[in-house]
């Protein structure tokens, strides 16, 4: 069980090394036409992953507040 409050987000994407980047734009392409979503987004935050002892550590790159 995790004791960390829960924070409702979405993570679009995960990127590791050696991903052919032209393949994975291809295939965001082909499913972004079917996907649609309304909800309140207050703030978009960039997070970078790294794996640490079987553990997933998150390191906020960047954050832009949104005006509603």
Excluded: W
């Amino acid at each position: 069980p995790d004791n960390r409050a829960f924070t409702p987000h979405l993570t679009l994407g995960r990127v590791t090394g050696g991903v052919d980047l032209q393949r994975l734009q291809e295939s965001i392409d082909q499913v972004a036409s079917q996907v649609s979503c309304r909800c309140e987004v207050e703030e978009i935050v960039m997070l970078s992953s790294l794996k640490d002892e079987g553990k997933v550590i998150y390191d906020a790159i960047d954050r832009v507040e949104l005006d509603l």
